[in-house]
C-alpha cells in the first residue's frame, strides 16, 4: 500500500470508530493483530479480541483526530479520545504488515493544569 492509500484508511478507521461501526472500525486490522496498552498492561491478541473488548466498553465514546503522521509501515495518530465527555489525550502507533495492521499501541494521558512555575511561559492550547 501506498502512503495515501494507508492514510485514507486510517481516516475510515477513526471515522468509523466515532461513529461506533463496529465492523468497520476493525476492517483494518489483520487476523492476528495484537493491541497493547501499557498503561494497564494489557495485550489483546486477534482481530476478533480486539473488537469485541471495545463492543463490550461500557461508555459512550467520541474520537477526535488531530492529527495522523507516518510512512510506510508505521503510523501515529495523535487524537482526543472522550469517555462519556470526559476527555483522553491519546497516541496510537500503528505497524501495518501486508496492508493491515500487525500490531498497535495505544498510550492515553489525563489533562491537566499548566504547573505553576511555568504557567507564566505557556499559552493555552486547544
Not at 14 to 29: C, P, R
Not at 74 to 94: A, C, H, K, N, Q
Amino acid at each position: 500500500m501506498d502512503d495515501r492509500t494507508v492514510r485514507l484508511a486510517l481516516e475510515r478507521h477513526w471515522e468509523a470508530s466515532d461513529a461506533g461501526d463496529f465492523e468497520v472500525e476493525h476492517e483494518i486490522y489483520r487476523e492476528d493483530a495484537v493491541l497493547d496498552y501499557p498503561q494497564s498492561g494489557e495485550r489483546l491478541r486477534g482481530r476478533r479480541n480486539i473488537q469485541q473488548s471495545r463492543f463490550l466498553q461500557p461508555n459512550r465514546k467520541r474520537f477526535t483526530v488531530r492529527r495522523i503522521v507516518g510512512s510506510g509501515d508505521l503510523w501515529v495518530t495523535e487524537f482526543v479520545l472522550s469517555y462519556d465527555g470526559r476527555p483522553s489525550y491519546t497516541v496510537s502507533i500503528m505497524e501495518f504488515r501486508d496492508g493491515q495492521v500487525g500490531r498497535e499501541t495505544q498510550y492515553f494521558a489525563d489533562p491537566f493544569d499548566p504547573a505553576p512555575s511555568r504557567a507564566h511561559l505557556v499559552e493555552r492550547a486547544a
